[in-house]
């Protein structure tokens, strides 16, 4: 199993244009999750589903949209870039949402928003 | 509402010597706790989670991590830091309410280990 995969690695953006991060995983996960880590912030929720045609908000939801189509995938897109959207993003996965559920992170994709 | 607070940004010990990483929770609920950790550029990788199943968790790579109800803590340890232990580590606490799935960070304390 490759585990969760993320795509690109690295980004640059202009202020304004719009770009899509890939995340999937090949573990037959229900519960997919985005997170943004900031320094001295920790990691923050930014969206996550409990399965496909599920999603919901997390804590900083501004600036991002989300879609699940599929089990397998769940990409998260930044319509409009802001600088405030540079970061280190990580795409997370389990197998359901329950409390004692390890999730499984990816590599990150860290974004540069100038 | 659930919380975590890392009582320490920065830890530098020397290699050979105990780790300790300090944790604070705060939850109404009894609390789903876990340690991640982050090497250089690299994604996370559990090293231990509660459950409730038992108050001293062993977890990968010779760490452990005692749930203490009393004092509301769940501090890392290790009895000997090796070099490969320098990263960022993570006390994380599962939310409840809404989708248990999510997750609270605390955030983070980075140890560094002298030769």
């Known amino acids: 199993n490759a585990g969760v995969t993320q795509t690109p690695k690295f980004q640059v953006l202009k202020t304004g244009q719009s770009m899509t991060l890939q995340c999937a995983q090949d573990?037959?996960?229900?519960?997919m999750s985005w997170y943004r880590q900031d320094p001295g912030m920790g990691l923050r929720l930014i969206h996550y589903?409990?399965?496909?045609?599920?999603?919901d908000q997390g804590e900083v939801p501004n600036g991002y949209n989300v879609s699940r189509s599929t089990t397998e995938d769940f990409p998260l897109r930044l319509l409009s870039a802001a600088p405030s959207q540079t970061s280190v993003y990580f795409c997370?996965?389990?197998?359901?949402?329950?409390?004692?559920?390890?999730?499984?992170f990816g590599p990150g994709t860290r974004l540069l928003v100038l | 509402a659930q919380s975590v607070t890392q009582l320490d940004s920065h830890v530098s010990v020397s290699e050979g010597t105990p780790v300790l990483l300090r944790c604070n929770y705060s939850?109404?609920?009894?609390?789903?706790l876990f340690w991640y950790v982050q090497h250089p550029n690299k994604g996370l990788q559990l090293l231990l989670k509660?459950?409730?199943?038992?108050?001293l968790v062993k977890g990968i790579n010779g760490f452990e991590a005692e749930f203490k109800k009393s004092e509301t803590s769940f501090h890392l340890t290790k009895p000997s830091a090796h070099m490969s232990d320098a990263a960022e580590y993570f006390c994380?606490?599962?939310?409840?309410?809404?989708?248990?799935?999510?997750?609270?960070f605390g955030k983070g304390t980075k140890l560094s280990v002298k030769p």
């Open positions: 997370a996965s389990s197998s359901s949402g329950g409390a004692v559920e390890t999730q499984y």
């Open positions: 573990m037959n996960h229900e519960y």
């Open positions: 589903s409990v399965g496909a045609g599920i999603t």
């Open positions: 939850s109404s609920y009894s609390p789903s």
């Open positions: 509660y459950t409730s199943a038992a108050t």
């Open positions: 994380v606490v599962r939310r409840y309410g809404g989708s248990q799935g999510n997750l609270i």
